[in-house]
């Protein structure tokens, strides 16, 4: 299976208690690339750099993953995004993020060939942009004709407005097959965090999977109008929580892969065990990367996966 991850690059500054600081490449869809590359996943990321200092980490970090970097575009104009994730003493993470205005600046990335074997991933603030969603757009289209998977996850954080960007997230829902959203983002969009009700309000297909996280709480999965828990096992020690939804995404898309799921399946009925199957790997993925302060899953992790 082939992955494409559609979104934001940045470089990411990581402050910890101690005071330590470190920089690794980031963006929610540049850590689902990394961990799927890292569990031997063919993927390409898609999206936008500057020709700055930033961008040649960020670009250097995804070579040596082994993430393809062909359907990158680099524009002068443009300057590299950073995010600044200060981690508190509980491992929770608050986020600054600095990035370029995309005015002028056209996404004139080539699309690759797609079938019933591919997965795009998009999702965050890039997704709500109109020169992203002009992007976006033909190559969700392009990927519901040649039968791919379309998986989608809103994380919103600094300078979401839910009077004039919610409209927007429910309709790059209306686009996806699979959505996973922490409860806070939900709230945020719909003020409920049920997945029935999000559902209702988005007006989704029966047949969409969608997926409310909560954090050391219980995951939700609500498809074809049933409503699934699955547990998370409690975490000795909480490191940091920066990177943990989009492992989890990671996590289940690389279950998606390895099982040969496809999207006829979504229409006939993913059996119960799968979706297990799917959640608990995902939980796996992120109660991983909470362990440390990076936002990719261990070394130990990643073998271990390889070799299920």
Wanted: charged share 20%; hydrophobic share 40%.
């Amino acid at each position: 299976m082939r992955f494409y991850t559609c979104g934001e690059l940045l470089l990411d500054l990581i402050h910890e208690p101690n005071g330590s600081l470190t920089a690794v490449a980031g963006g929610s869809q540049v850590n689902v690339a990394m961990n799927l590359a890292k569990v031997n996943q063919e993927v390409s990321m898609m999206g936008l750099l500057g020709k700055d200092g930033p961008a040649a980490v960020i670009l250097e970090k995804l070579k040596t993953n082994k993430v393809d970097t062909a359907f990158l575009l680099q524009h002068a104009d443009y300057k590299t995004g950073l995010a600044f994730a200060s981690i508190d003493a509980a491992g929770k993470a608050r986020f600054d993020i600095y990035k370029s205005k995309l005015q002028g600046i056209s996404l004139a990335i080539p699309f690759p060939e797609l079938n019933e074997k591919s997965v795009i991933s998009f999702g965050s603030l890039a997704a709500l942009d109109p020169v992203w969603q002009a992007f976006l757009t033909p190559l969700i289209r392009k990927a519901h004709e040649k039968g791919a998977v379309v998986f989608y996850d809103p994380n919103i954080r600094c300078d979401f407005n839910p009077y004039s960007d919610a409209d927007k997230v429910i309709e790059n829902m209306r686009k996806a097959q699979i959505i996973r959203g922490s409860d806070e983002d939900f709230q945020s969009i719909f003020e409920t965090d049920r997945p029935e009700i999000i559902s209702d309000k988005a007006a989704l297909s029966p047949e969409t999977v969608l997926i409310v996280t909560r954090g050391s709480d219980a995951v939700d999965c609500y498809y074809k109008g049933d409503l699934s828990s699955y547990p998370v096992p409690a975490l000795q020690q909480l490191r940091s929580t920066v990177g943990a939804g989009d492992a989890f995404n990671a996590g289940l898309l690389y279950a998606w892969a390895h099982m040969g799921l496809s999207t006829g399946l979504l229409k006939s009925g993913i059996p119960n065990e799968v979706l297990a199957l799917m959640m608990g790997m995902g939980v796996s993925f992120a109660t991983d990367v909470c362990k440390s302060s990076g936002n990719q899953i261990s070394d130990a992790l990643a073998e271990r996966t390889k070799t299920l």
